[in-house]
C-alpha cells in the first residue's frame, strides 16, 4: 500500500463548479500537508499549505485536513478554465528527513 | 520568488550516451532534490542533498549520480543513459532545518522540468 494515495482522475467538470480532490494517507507522524498545482510540461507549483488538522482558505481555494481520518481535501470554488491542470497533494513530519511524500496527482479538467 | 533553474529544458541523447542535468537556485537553500515524474507513477525522488558535497539515495537511485560542489548547483548524471530513463525530471530546493524550514512546512520549490528522451 502507497503511503499516500490519491485518484489520478482524469476529473471533467463544467465551468463554475465546486471542485474536490482528495488524498488519503497512512502514516499518521504526517503533520504538514501540501497541494501543489502542475500545468501542462510545467514544473508543479505550491497552491497552499496547510499545518495539522482544519481548514485553510485562500480565495476560491480551501484546503482541508481531517487528520483522524487521515483525509484530506482540496476545494475549488467557481471553478475556471485556467484552473485546469495537475493537482498534487503532498505531506511530511515535523521531524525527520526533509522530503515530501507525493500523490499520485489528479488531472483536472474546466470545460467552458 | 525562489527561482530554480533548470538549464536544458528538452534533451535526446543516445543509449550509452552520458548525460548531465544541471539545477541552481538563488535562494541560499541547503536543501536540493531530484526527481523524475512518469504517467502513472508520479514524483519519484532520484536523490537529495542537504548541504555540499552531502547527498543521500531517495526511492530509485539506480543508474543515477548527483554532485553537488557549490549550495546553489545540483547536478543529475546519468552515467549510461538507457531507454528506460525517458522521462521528465525535476529539480527542486527547500529550506534546511536550520533555515527555518519547519515554520515553511518544509515546503518544496520546483524548477520547470526537463524532458529526457533517449534513443
Known amino acids: 500500500q502507497k503511503e499516500v494515495e490519491q485518484d489520478p482522475g482524469p476529473l471533467s467538470v463544467p465551468e463554475g463548479a465546486i471542485v474536490s480532490l482528495n488524498c488519503t494517507y497512512s502514516n499518521s507522524a504526517f503533520q504538514y500537508f501540501m497541494w501543489y498545482r502542475q500545468y501542462s510540461r510545467k514544473g508543479p507549483e505550491l497552491l497552499m499549505y496547510?499545518?495539522?488538522?482544519g481548514n485553510k482558505e485562500d480565495g476560491r481555494f480551501t484546503a482541508q485536513v481531517d487528520k483522524s481520518s487521515k483525509y484530506i481535501s482540496l476545494f475549488i470554488r467557481d471553478s475556471q478554465p485556467s484552473d485546469s491542470a495537475t493537482y498534487l497533494c503532498?505531506?511530511?513530519?515535523?521531524?525527520?528527513?526533509?522530503?515530501?511524500?507525493f500523490g499520485q496527482g489528479t488531472r483536472l479538467t474546466i470545460n467552458p | 520568488d525562489v527561482k530554480v533553474t533548470q538549464s536544458s529544458r528538452y534533451l535526446v541523447k543516445r543509449t550509452g550516451e552520458k548525460v548531465f542535468l544541471e539545477c541552481v537556485q538563488d535562494m541560499d537553500h541547503e536543501n536540493m532534490f531530484w526527481y523524475r515524474q512518469d504517467p502513472g507513477l508520479g514524483l519519484r525522488l532520484i536523490y537529495f542533498?542537504?548541504?555540499?558535497?552531502?547527498?543521500e539515495k531517495g526511492d530509485i537511485p539506480e543508474g543515477y549520480s548527483v554532485s553537488r560542489e557549490k549550495k546553489e548547483r545540483f547536478s543529475l548524471i546519468l552515467e549510461s543513459a538507457s531507454t528506460n530513463q525517458t522521462s521528465m525530471y525535476l529539480c527542486a530546493s527547500s529550506l534546511g532545518p536550520g533555515q527555518g524550514a519547519i515554520r515553511s512546512g518544509n515546503t518544496i520549490y520546483f524548477g520547470e522540468g526537463s524532458w529526457l528522451t533517449v534513443v
Open positions: 542533498s542537504y548541504d555540499v558535497k552531502m547527498k
Open positions: 503532498a505531506m511530511n513530519e515535523i521531524q525527520g528527513a526533509q522530503k515530501l511524500v
Open positions: 496547510t499545518y495539522s488538522s
